[in-house]
Structures are given as C-alpha cells and as structure tokens.
Nanobody, 123 residues
Framework: VQLQASGGGLVQAGGSLRLSCAAS????????MGWFRQAPGKEREFVSH????????DYTDAVKGRFTISRDNAENTVYLQMNNLKPEDTAVYYC?????????????????WGQGTLVTVSS
C-alpha cells in the first residue's frame, strides 16, 4: 500500500487547511486510517483515526473541536479538516493505514505510512 499525503502549507493562526491522503496499491481489504504529526524536536504523536466504516473516530485532546477526520472509501482517501489552527499545530503530518478495520492511537497499530506533509501555522 502506498500513501500520498497532500494539502499542507503555510497558514495564519485561526486559519484552516484540509489534508488528504490517498491510498493506492493493494487496497482491496478493509482498513482503518489515521493521522499523526511530528513537530520539530518532538516525537511523533497521534492526531486522529477513523475505522473502515467511519463509525469509530477519535482525536487527541489538543485538536478536539477543531479537527475533523473523514474518509471516502470509494476513493481510498482519508481527509483531515483542520480549523482554527494554532502555532502549536505546526508539524509534519503523516497518514497511516492499518491492516485492521479498527485501529487505535499507537503508531504500532499501523502498518503503512505516507511521506508526510508540512503544516506551518504562523502567529
């Protein structure tokens, strides 16, 4: 499975961005997807995940109420709508795919990773 993330960029605090991640390759099985991020000098951290059917969704507390994850299984794509962005949201954002239909907030839950897309939020 190959993952291509896009949609990152430079935005002012309070602005919005929408990240996309398209999966290709052996995508015939049902899989959960997630987003992680890594800020400069920090470890990679969980942001959000969504189950195959979209019925199980979770967010890290820092983004609850501001970020929304969604997916289009027909397009093998997961999205992350990010609103009211803050400078502390600045990071490289990675999408990930799990072989299971449901996955959690641990990076070890995921089997495939995208290359990352940079989000920079200026104050």
């Amino acid at each position: 499975v190959q993952l291509q993330a896009s949609g990152g960029g430079l935005v002012q605090a309070g602005g919005s961005l929408r990240l996309s991640c398209a999966a290709s390759g052996r995508t015939s099985s049902r899989y959960a997807m997630g987003w992680f991020r890594q800020a400069p000098g920090k470890e990679r951290e969980f942001v959000s995940h969504i189950s195959w059917r979209g019925t199980k969704i979770d967010y890290t507390d820092a983004v609850k109420g501001r970020f929304t994850i969604s997916r289009d299984n027909a397009e093998n794509t997961v999205y992350l709508q990010m609103n009211n962005l803050k400078p502390e949201d600045t990071a490289v954002y990675y999408c990930a795919v799990s072989r299971g239909q449901v996955a959690g907030s641990w990076s070890t839950d995921y089997d495939y990773w995208g290359q990352g897309t940079l989000v920079t939020v200026s104050s």
